[in-house]
């Protein structure tokens, strides 16, 4: 069984930063979702097996990057320029494949989650 455990989220000012991390028991291709209240888990970023392909929600492009070391088997989302809107529940995600999904059902194994809040 996959674990992911997220840590990083909290409380920001608007425009302020964040550095999200998710470590997971093995390596995989791996994303970050977020879901809000009321509103449906959407993609965030993803980033393939060797971490030389990554893809972004347009939402997202230019103001967050995901990483990851392979070493630590630790991905990383850093956000940048955060916006009220990008408030929500930010969720880590792998799948056995190698390359990358902007999809919920790419992935097979989920975190916990944690909160992100950006007050205005």
């Known amino acids: 069984q996959v674990q992911l455990v997220e840590s990083g989220g909290g409380l920001v000012q608007a425009g302020g930063s964040l550095r999200l991390s998710c470590v997971a028991s093995?390596?995989?291709?791996m994303g970050w979702f977020r879901q809000a209240p009321g509103k449906e888990r959407e993609f965030v970023a993803a980033?393939?097996?060797?971490?030389?392909?990554?893809n972004y929600a347009d939402s997202v492009k230019g103001r967050f990057t995901i990483s990851r070391d392979n070493a630590k088997n630790t991905v990383y989302l850093q956000m940048s320029g955060l916006k009220p809107e990008d408030a929500a529940v930010y969720y880590c995600a792998a799948r056995t494949y190698l390359g990358t999904s902007d999809s919920v059902t790419g992935y097979d194994y989920w975190g916990q989650g944690t909160q992100v809040t950006v007050s205005s």
């Open positions: 093995g390596r995989y291709a």
């Open positions: 980033v393939n097996w060797s971490g030389r392909v990554t």
